[in-house]
T-cell receptor, first 113, second 114 residues
Framework: DGGITQSPKYLFRKEGQNVTLSCEQN?????MYWYRQDPGQGLRLIYY???????QKGDIAEGYSVSREKKESFPLTVTSAQKNPTAFYLC????????????FGDGTRLSIL | AQKVTQAQTEISVVEKEDVTLDCVYE???????LFWYKQPPSGELVFLIR??????QNEISGRYSWNFQKSTSSFNFTITASQVVDSAVYFC???????????FGKGTLLTVNP
């Protein structure tokens, strides 16, 4: 079945540690996105990529980094510079065009040890 | 700048009641798109509907209906004869202009009690 796979489902980070969240899609979508969800805050855009080897910062990119080396993959690294990383992270993808609905993965819940 | 307001933080109803979730948006774009998503307790967001700014026709899909009114910048969502399985967080979202960014509201938590 086509879809978006995020892994792991739960992740724990120690102080000063970088962690990487995986996002893979087999929908042949050009665009991919990372969102952060905090209780009562809705979804906020971290980074997005409209095409391979290109990506743009969203509204809350500080402390995060991404890469887009393959169409299917858009990993997100939460760096030690992100001081409040505890949140639910959602990856999404869509065809080209701002009228296209985004399709979401099941999310990764990141917590601090 | 774009903004989406979902003023209802939480709504609780009894099964079979009708319920309306409100969404008010702000945008300077003349062409824009509005979306509703459902987030069940499992966490993934499920796409429900898309509406473009030139189409003000109401839409009905089973027990779900949507009312889009440009005059009041609103895109409200009604569930008729609610069921326990409708319990979820519902998000309204907006995109427009030349970028792909979706601006989300903060969501409405709907609880349907048996």
């Amino acid at each position: 079945d086509g879809g978006i796979t995020q892994s792991p489902k739960y992740l724990f980070r120690k102080e000063g540690q970088n962690v990487t969240l995986s996002c893979e899609q087999n929908l042949n979508h050009d665009a991919m996105y990372w969102y952060r969800q905090d209780p009562g805050q809705g979804l906020r855009l971290i980074y997005y990529s409209q095409i391979v080897n290109d990506f743009q910062k969203g509204d809350i990119a500080e402390g995060y980094s991404v890469s887009r080396e393959k169409k299917e993959s858009f990993p997100l690294t939460v760096t030690s510079a992100q001081k409040n990383p505890t949140a639910f992270y959602l990856c999404a993808s869509s065809p080209q065009g701002n009228n296209q609905p985004q399709h979401f993965g099941d999310g990764t819940r990141l917590s601090i040890l | 700048a774009q903004k989406v307001t979902q003023a209802q933080t939480e709504i609780s109803v009894v099964e079979k009641e009708d319920v309306t979730l409100d969404c008010v948006y702000e945008t300077r774009d003349t062409t824009y798109y509005l979306f509703w998503y459902k987030q069940p307790p499992s966490g993934e967001l499920v796409f429900l509907i898309r509406r473009n700014s030139f189409d003000e026709q109401n839409e009905i899909s089973g027990r779900y209906s949507w009312n889009f009114q440009k005059s009041t910048s609103s895109f409200n969502f009604t569930i008729t004869a609610s069921q326990v399985v409708d319990s979820a967080v519902y998000f309204c979202a907006l995109s427009g202009g030349s970028n792909y960014k979706l601006t989300f509201g903060k969501g409405t938590l709907l609880t349907v009690n048996p």
